[in-house]
């Protein structure tokens, strides 16, 4: 089992930052998908970035040249940079790992394929 740990969330005007991070502590794989994603208020929970354990990213459309996912393995972080934030990234934001990977598996931008999740992290930018 794998537990996630998110932090960094907050408050922020329009246009302004937030680096969001998620802690991994128990059996952590060589191979991994790990992912952020988000859930505003009466909406369905979508993707935001994910990362797979060589480095290979994606994003959403709505947030790309805007947020970064990195990870640092030495730590076992994962990380999220959202700049130029902007009133409709309002939402709680989750980390997620997918640890079935196998040589080839693409990291799904949606959550169906992960199975371990954090708590959540709000952001609320106004």
């Known amino acids: 089992h794998v537990q996630l740990v998110e932090s960094g969330g907050g408050s922020v005007q329009a246009g302004g930052s937030l680096r969001l991070s998620c802690v991994a502590s128990g059996h952590i794989y060589t191979r991994y998908c790990m992912g952020w994603f988000r859930q505003a208020p009466g909406k369905e929970r979508e993707g935001v970035a994910t990362?797979?354990?060589?480095?290979?990213?994606a994003s959403a459309d709505s947030v790309k040249g805007r947020f970064t996912i990195s990870q640092d393995k030495a730590k076992n972080t994962l990380n999220l940079q959202t700049n130029r934030l902007k009133l409709e990234d309002t939402a709680m934001y989750y980390c997620a790992a997918d640890l079935r990977v196998f040589p080839g598996t693409l990291c799904s931008i949606g959550p169906s394929q992960y199975d371990y999740w954090g708590q959540g992290t709000q952001v609320t930018v106004s």
């Open positions: 990362i797979r354990s060589d480095g290979t990213t």
